[in-house]
């Protein structure tokens, strides 16, 4: 491990490109990766669809949405490219907008129930929000993307106390520790983002405060679920490859948001309009 990877890599737009996989003419909807989506709930239906729509605007060759015919529909309303067929995936992202009480009501029982096709198909996962317990749980490459709140409930869960003050006081000491506790990849959200396993860390630019919105952090999940399943090869040959991915989805996400923004309020779903502009503008 270099002094670098311990004191913490800035991303930058460079390192970010080179895990944006641009499709050649000998690719299909197959090879450019499918992602299998389970997100959102009968509490909060607009994180399926801000991230199935994010996860399209940036580039994936299918997503495949897993739900009851309710959800579904409002994804179709919104992104009729995805398919509602369970089947074979590239990576998986499980979730976003759905409680972490799994027995707290009828349609989020519902939902966890899904989360055992993570185990079905050991591929790449990101593990959102209500499917934060199954950290460590899983024996593929697996990436967490809690915010403060979330990691200190997690961390305290598993043997180690630790406020949200404390987190937010030191977030890359605490994204570290994490990884290390927890043997997986951590983005740990915030104002700057880190992301971290056991050798590797790396801090983004700080990002512009207006995304601090609701469904901002089901948009990042979806750009990030996207760059997973093309890059699930690299990613199961290379075990910083996640980490990379997982900065590079922060870096497009925090990029369209300025580029929404211009200075004023943003909402998430200006965010995902923004993300395909951000991506040509990094693979100049």
């Known amino acids: 491990m270099t002094q670098n990877q311990r004191s913490g890599k800035k991303w930058s737009a460079r390192d970010a490109k080179r895990c944006i996989l641009v499709p050649t003419d000998l690719d299909h909807k197959y090879s450019r990766g499918v992602l299998g989506v389970i997100t959102g709930s009968a509490q909060y239906p607009g994180a399926a669809v801000l991230s199935t729509a994010a996860a399209a605007a940036t580039g ?46 009828i349609s989020t029982w519902l939902r966890h129930r899904w989360f055992k096709l993570a185990s079905l198909q050991s591929v790449p996962t990101v593990l959102d929000a209500g499917a934060l317990y199954l950290t460590g749980s899983l024996e593929q490459p697996t990436l967490i993307t809690p ?34 506790t927890l043997g997986v990849t951590v983005l740990l959200k915030g104002s700057i983002t880190f992301v971290a396993n056991d050798e590797l860390v790396i801090e983004l630019p700080v990002a512009t405060p207006w995304l601090a919105t609701a469904g901002s952090g089901d948009v990042l999940a979806g750009i990030i679920g996207a760059l997973v399943a093309t890059n699930s090869v690299e990613i199961l040959n290379d075990k910083n490859r996640l980490a990379e991915v997982a900065a590079t989805g922060a870096y497009i996400h925090a990029h369209a948001a300025k580029n929404a923004s211009r200075g004023g309020p943003i909402s998430a779903e200006m965010i995902i309009k923004e993300i395909s502009g951000a991506i040509s503008q990094l693979l100049k």
């Open 60 to 105: 994936v060759g299918m997503i495949r949405f897993h739900s009851s015919s309710g959800l579904a529909h409002l994804v179709l309303h919104t992104t009729p490219s995805a398919v509602v067929q369970p089947g074979k995936v590239a990576a998986w992202l499980i979730g976003s907008g759905i409680p972490a009480k799994k027995y707290s009501d």
């Open 147 to 180: 915010h403060s709140g979330e990691l200190s409930a997690l961390l305290t869960s598993r043997g180690v106390p630790v406020s949200v003050e404390a987190i937010e006081a030191d977030p890359k000491k605490w994204v570290q520790g994490a990884a290390k």
